[in-house]
């Protein structure tokens, strides 16, 4: 039976990084796990790559057939965006999956899979460190929209509380204040050992 590994982390922890490497590494042969969301596409996203954009009627239509596994709702200074998973794309049968979500998303994956097909990352960053790297990805919008940025950065704040974290079982924390080769060893050492 396949796994889950899931990386979790505020916004500008340095998870997609870390979630790129893996991939492009491939010393474990994860499957891209690709999300639903109703945001907006950003400059250099593509429909499949890192997500599958739809619009809010498709995410109903998908809930009405039962095929989504975990979802959640941010309400941004333009409106409420999901983000969602759906059971269509995940065949635990024959292979292994690597994706991102949040601690909330994380109580859903085990609630529907059996905690030991599920191995949570969490990827830990200083707020200074964070602040920073959400202001440079910004500035490299056509559009920045950095009310957004700090609304996205603040619930984060809440949703990555050490209450919040200490109310769950990770699989492991991972301190991403260095390089991303610091980063990358400490969580090839937690695949190396759960995979």
Not at 116 to 139: C, F, G, H, P, V
Not at 143 to 165: G, H, Q, T
């Amino acid at each position: 039976m396949g796994k889950i590994v899931l990386l979790m982390g505020p916004s500008s922890s340095g998870k997609d990084s870390i979630y790129q490497r893996i991939l492009t590494e491939n010393h474990f042969a994860l499957q891209k796990m690709i999300m639903y969301t109703t945001r907006p596409k950003r400059i250099h996203e593509k429909q499949g790559r890192e997500y599958y954009f739809c619009t809010e009627e498709e995410m109903i239509q998908l809930a009405q057939e039962k095929k989504i596994i975990e979802a959640r709702k941010y309400d941004t200074v333009y409106g409420p965006w999901y983000y969602f998973t759906t059971m269509e794309n995940i065949h635990l049968e024959t292979q292994n999956y690597l994706g991102m979500n949040t601690l909330v998303g994380l109580d859903n994956y085990l609630k529907y899979y059996d905690p030991k097909n599920i191995i949570s990352i969490l990827i830990q960053t200083e707020d200074r460190i964070r602040l920073t790297r959400a202001l440079e990805r910004e500035n490299g919008q056509e559009n920045p929209k950095y009310d957004e940025m700090c609304r996205r950065f603040l619930a984060d704040s809440v949703d990555f509380s050490k209450e919040n974290i200490q109310k769950r079982k990770i699989t492991a924390i991972i301190d991403n204040n260095g390089t991303l080769e610091e980063s990358m060893e400490q969580v090839n050492k937690v695949l190396s050992l759960h995979l």
